[in-house]
């Protein structure tokens, strides 16, 4: 009955599919991706349509919407440039300038992330830039002499320069008439574009340390601003400079302040508060124990961004509650895994563990921790975090809770749960290490050379891989070897199907496919122009995706070991990017990567698993393939990986049928 049925459904959806569209790709295309920095974030800076962006160090600049935290687009000055350290939109946010630590200045076009123009106001650090509400000007503050530049942007040529030394802040009044700066021991107002000196603050012969931030009333009335000692706001009137007040803080010394859109709130950034002030008579009406170094706020009135050294936020103004995380990492991503069930990603670096919705890139759940590998549960629960220093802890991300922590040896570099999951297996030091999850009493098997990978073939048997290329299959029962396959020298990592049926084994140059649970050797995969990082079979092994050291995603067809792309995107998004995790969903479906810089994303995989036979196209001989295992547990044919060949396969097929066909 159940063949009777697939076979109708398998012919009146072939009927139905009168057209079949072929089309090939050159590079993965994105679903979502999640900012992150290769050093300490600097700035931000947000457009009227609500695009944040970010600078952090690199030569890549995300665009990251404040609506849902993902990166909408990456803007990217050449290498050899410096790093972003300063950024600002134009008024209409069609542009974009970026302030680089050794004193250029790029303009760059938003639509597309095409240079414009590039202007050289300095040699050192540009620490604050700002367009003219006009657009025909740009005024760059730096750390050196001749401290405020004003820039011409039509021709790049200078037009004025402002100061003789350090300056921190430049801002333009919003009718362009005036410039604000901020810097060494004095706040300036600026007649624009003349360049008349109007007022310097403070205005009596009281002396201040340097002036580190400062900002104009929306409507131009009034300038507060804070120096470096003492702690206090100030209050002035923009047409004379009348200090109209001032409020002393404890918390950490003020590095940035704003008013609100409306006026009526002073926002001021610390290194360990966010302070939210009445402007009228400076009161604090918020104090949150949060870091922030620089504010950004947001045009709907209703938000504002914060930076600090490792994290960007968008907050809700009223009840100063964040409500994005649009940051997440600095440094590195060390790991990445899917659960089991596909629905959750989870990545961790040296800072932070975080839990996302896989086909929204939604934060769900994270945690101030460090770690250098990951795992989850069988039932997606749990999360095994672990590190050379740290460690084992699990987490349950639904209730937040650590349930417990242990310490182990040095040098554990990989975590995996059994498929029952009462075990947890370790990969440390020269040891495979398993723990019941009843007693935390550990079984270890010891190796010769330091042990790479750990990978469960089923609740009693366990594929060990030394980094000497020594492959076995460990039968933890009966505490003996079972199998064994010798590969070369310089093993990373090893990683298995779903279904348990094949391993793929790094070898840091090439990848060695093996058949499984016999050891068997399928095939070995050549051809990387770069080390290879990370690797990963797709569920019915028909593909390996891999990352390697200079910035590819590369996935090979394992029938005949073929290169079937290689994405060259991410080669660029710094003067050196590497592609150290890789990671492909149950489904098969999609596939996760991290970048060097800390990025991470998830794109489509481009060979999906209804590609069953592995030709790269989705054609009749797939239908053929699933048709003739109909009922049976054949991984080849069980598209859905639900352990059985039937109609939901057959339609599967028949949804993308012609995908990947020229």
């Known amino acids: 009955m159940k063949t009777a049925r697939g076979m109708i459904l398998l012919i009146l959806m072939f009927l139905l599919t009168t057209v079949s569209v072929g089309w090939a790709q050159e590079s993965l295309s994105r679903i979502w991706m999640r900012a992150g920095f290769p050093s300490n974030l600097n700035q931000s800076a947000i457009s009227p349509d609500g695009l944040v962006a970010i600078a952090g160090g690199g030569i890549t600049v995300p665009l990251v919407r404040k609506d849902d935290g993902l990166v909408a687009r990456e803007i990217r000055i050449p290498a050899g440039y410096g790093s972003a350290?300063?950024?600002?939109?134009?008024?209409?946010?069609?542009?974009?300038?970026?302030?680089?630590?050794?004193?250029?200045?790029?303009?760059?076009r938003v639509a597309d992330g095409a240079p414009v123009r590039v202007v050289y106001p300095f040699v050192t650090a540009i620490n604050s830039v700002a367009f003219s509400p006009d657009m025909q000007y740009l005024a760059c503050a730096s750390t050196c002499c001749n401290a405020v530049q004003v820039i011409r942007l039509s021709?790049?040529?200078?037009?004025?320069?402002?100061?003789?030394?350090?300056?921190?802040?430049?801002?333009?009044?919003?009718?362009?008439?005036?410039?604000?700066?901020?810097?060494?021991?004095?706040?300036?107002?600026?007649?624009?574009?003349?360049?008349?000196?109007?007022?310097?603050?403070?205005?009596?012969?009281?002396?201040?340390?340097?002036?580190?931030?400062?900002?104009?009333?929306?409507?131009?009335?009034?300038?507060?601003?804070?120096?470096?000692?003492?702690?206090?706001?100030?209050?002035?009137?923009?047409?004379?400079?009348?200090?109209?007040?001032?409020?002393?803080?404890?918390?950490?010394?003020?590095?940035?302040?704003?008013?609100?859109?409306?006026?009526?709130?002073?926002?001021?950034?610390?290194?360990?508060a966010i302070l939210v002030w009445d402007a009228t008579n400076l009161t604090v009406a918020q104090n949150i124990p949060f870091a922030a170094l620089h504010l950004a706020m947001a045009h709907d009135g209703v938000h504002f961004v914060t930076t600090n050294r490792r994290f960007a936020h968008l907050w809700r103004l009223v009840d100063v509650l964040p409500t994005q995380e649009l940051s997440s990492f600095v440094n590195r991503i060390d790991d990445i895994a899917y659960a089991p069930n596909g629905e959750v990603l989870v990545s961790i670096s040296s800072s932070s563990l975080r839990v996302w919705d896989a086909r929204s890139g939604e934060l769900l759940a994270g945690s101030s921790t460090f770690g250098e590998t990951v795992a989850v549960s069988p039932d997606t629960s749990l999360i095994a975090v672990g590190g050379y220093t740290l460690g084992i802890g699990l987490y349950n991300w639904r209730t937040r809770q650590w349930i417990n922590k242990w310490s182990t040896s040095p040098y554990l570099r990989q975590l995996e749960f059994s498929p029952d999951g009462s075990k947890l297996g370790a990969a440390i030091g020269n040891r495979a290490v398993f723990y019941p999850l009843d007693t935390y009493t550990p079984f270890a098997v010891n190796r010769s050379n330091p042990v790479m990978g750990v990978r469960w073939v089923d609740s009693q048997r366990c594929l060990i891989l030394d980094s000497a290329g020594n492959l076995v299959l460990w039968n933890l029962t009966e505490n003996r070897l079972e199998r064994s396959l010798s590969l070369s020298s310089g093993a990373s990592g090893v990683t298995i199907t779903p279904q348990r049926h094949m391993a793929l084994v790094n070898l840091t140059t090439y990848l060695a496919v093996v058949r499984l649970p016999d050891l068997t050797l399928v095939r070995l995969l050549t051809g990387a122009p770069a080390n290879l990082l990370s690797a990963q079979l797709t569920p019915n092994g028909r593909y390996a995706v891999a990352g390697d050291a200079a910035g590819r995603i590369i996935v090979w067809r394992v029938s005949d070991g073929a290169i079937v792309l290689q994405d060259t995107r991410e080669i660029g998004a710094q003067p050196e990017v590497a592609i150290n995790r890789v990671a492909v969903a149950p489904s098969g479906d999609t596939l996760a990567y991290a970048r060097s810089d800390a990025n991470l994303v998830v794109a489509r995989n481009p060979f999906p698993p209804e590609d069953v036979n592995g030709d790269g196209c989705v054609d009749d001989a797939d239908l053929l393939t699933v048709l003739m295992g109909f009922g049976a547990n054949n991984p080849d044919a069980d598209v859905n990986g639900d352990g059985i060949v039937d109609d939901a396969d057959l339609i599967a097929v028949l949804m993308v049928f012609g995908s990947n066909c020229d």
Request: charged residues 15%.
């Open 155 to 272: 021709d790049g040529a200078l037009v004025r320069t402002l100061l003789s030394a350090y300056a921190s802040k430049v801002a333009f009044s919003s009718d362009g008439t005036r410039l604000l700066t901020a810097g060494h021991y004095h706040i300036r107002l600026w007649q624009f574009p003349e360049g008349t000196l109007l007022l310097s603050l403070p205005t009596t012969d009281q002396t201040f340390n340097s002036a580190v931030a400062a900002a104009l009333s929306p409507d131009g009335q009034h300038i507060t601003g804070n120096f470096a000692t003492p702690r206090q706001l100030r209050l002035w009137r923009a047409t004379d400079g009348a200090l109209l007040g001032y409020a002393i803080y404890t918390v950490s010394p003020m590095s940035d302040v704003h008013f609100t859109r409306d006026g009526t709130q002073i926002v001021s950034a610390h290194e360990d």
């Open 85 to 108: 350290n300063s950024v600002a939109f134009s008024a209409d946010g069609s542009h974009l300038a970026i302030g680089t630590n050794l004193g250029a200045v790029w303009i760059m």
